[in-house]
């Protein structure tokens, strides 16, 4: 089963030659290394990225570059196994952590990437999608769904910094990936769907005959302090099963993005917990609270506001050390891979 196959050396130099004039390669001798037997070799190298060390580098980018020349004023994360300066976390993840500073605003675009936001620090920011303002405090998760409207701005007092995902890599793969950009919105005059329409899980606005279908993304925001309560609620009736909640659009029950996939996770202190490999690629948010990821054999100790990476088929050991709950978010891929019939799981 397992032959050994031909190299490119073992063939003559003249053939190898007539193959690269015509513009053809042999497939043998490459064949393992896009299939390799029994499971994927992951290129995606676990990391920890401590906010510790990011956020003041971060902080200097404000003082060094005015927001007029960012456009987007971002540090991202680069996967050491795609070498420095690769703009993805994972094959199909980017996170970046974008600083607004009071009184800036960051003009409007809308792109074919998705992407969503985590608020790791700071009051008073909000973003504007689609002409809804979605106030922005820390650890709410705010959508920008491909092709929507999208601005920031800052009425507070102190820098806001956040952490962007984007299924970039994935649009940039694609040859897909492009920008439109357009004046500041100047939004409605009214809370966001997640505050009026969407106001309590289980309940929907009523579809009229003579009303529009609802939006594709009908909520673009979920309010951090909904979903620790959630959380701990569930945490008290979840016996020993792991206290996971997943972001789903609420008007058709799927993932809330196309292709990226959000949990919110919660580890009591002391707690651990063995998730079954998955095909998936991940990067973790921590939320608050204090804890250990062990990733293929590799311990990362985590604080609040620390992200972290897990390449596909990673076998993680989480760990909650604190003397008060972790909370995590976990941001993955998914909602793509079920959409191409692929996603698989592994019992450890
Ligand atoms: C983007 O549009 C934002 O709107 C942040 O805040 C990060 C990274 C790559 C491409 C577009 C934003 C981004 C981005």
Known sequence: MSTKL????????????????VGVAPLWPQMRNVLPHGGPVPVTKSHLWAYSDVRPLLLRAGELTPVEKAERRVLFLADPGRGNGAMQA????????????????????KHTPSAARIV????????????DKLPMHAGDLILTPGGCWHDHGHAGTKPV???????????????????VEAPLQSPRN???PSEVEYRAAGLAPVRR????????????????????AA?????????????????INPESGQSCLPTMGFTAMMLRPGETARPPLRSTSAVFHVISGRGTTTINGTTHAWDPKDSFSAPVFAAIDHKAT??????????????????????EERAR
């Open 161 to 179: 910094i956040w952490l962007d995902a984007l299924d970039l890599p994935l649009f940039v793969y694609l040859e897909g990936s492009y920008a």
């Open 120 to 131: 790791v620090e700071g009051e008073g920011a909000y973003t504007v999608v689609d002409g």
């Open 322 to 343: 604190g003397d008060t709950p972790a909370f995590l978010v976990r941001i993955h891929d998914t909602p793509l891979q079920e959409k191409i019939g692929y996603y």
């Open 6 to 21: 031909g190299t490119l050396e073992e063939l003559p130099p003249d053939y190898r030659e007539a193959m690269s004039r």
């Open 90 to 109: 994972t094959a199909t993840i980017y996170v970046g952590l974008q600083l607004l500073l009071p009184g800036e605003t960051a003009p409007a675009h």
């Open 209 to 228: 005959r003579d009303r529009a279908m609802p939006a594709s993304y009908p909520m673009m925001r979920f309010p951090w302090e909904r979903t620790e």
């Open 190 to 192: 009214r809370p966001d």
């Open 231 to 247: 959380l701990r609620r569930l945490a008290e009736h979840a016996g020993s099963q792991a206290v996971e909640l997943d972001y």
